[in-house]
């Protein structure tokens, strides 16, 4: 993260196999994941143009939100990748507890939380690191969800495969 901030928000670029990084978000919430009986799918992520670690973390906030914001049912995530027009949209989807339609374009501002302070963990500025590393790596983000059935936050990024 320190990269880019110094940048100026530029970030050096590469190919970046999202396979890899994909397969080490779960890992890396494999303990969580486990205790709680969470079903994780993970579909075939090709390559783009972007920053490597800073892509991995935002698969592992993705993957992090999703467990935060699980609903009473047992949790499923799937990670997807689908090619359009020389893009690539990946895909987090869930079965947590949603979010409100009047919310959903909030929750991309940093330091906007929709829960009460203490009732869910978390400063509210995950979504808006997502949304800047993404945007740093020339894509665009945005989600799906409804309340009580889960959401699908999703990022577009240049394809190299």
Known sequence: RREYVASGGR?????????????AAVDE??????PIGATVTVGELPAVLGHGDHLRRVV?????????????????????????D??????????????APKYQDRVFEPLRRLHAEGEIPGVGLGL???RQVVEG?????GLESERDVGTTVWFEL????
Do not use: Q, W
């Not at 020389?86 to 979010?99: C, L, M």
């Open 86 to 99: 020389g893009r690539v949209r990946f895909g987090v989807r869930d079965n947590g507890i949603g979010i």
């Open 29 to 34: 919430h494999r303990a969580e994941l486990e």
């Open 60 to 84: 592992s906030n993705l993957v992090s939100n999703a467990i935060k914001y699980r609903s009473v049912r047992p949790l499923t995530i799937d990670i997807t990748a689908e090619k359009r």
């Open 137 to 141: 790596c020339g894509g665009t983000c």
């Open 158 to 161: 240049v394809a190299l495969d």
């Open 11 to 23: 970030l050096t670029m590469s190919r970046t196999p999202m396979d890899e990084g994909g397969a």
């Open 128 to 130: 808006a690191l997502v």
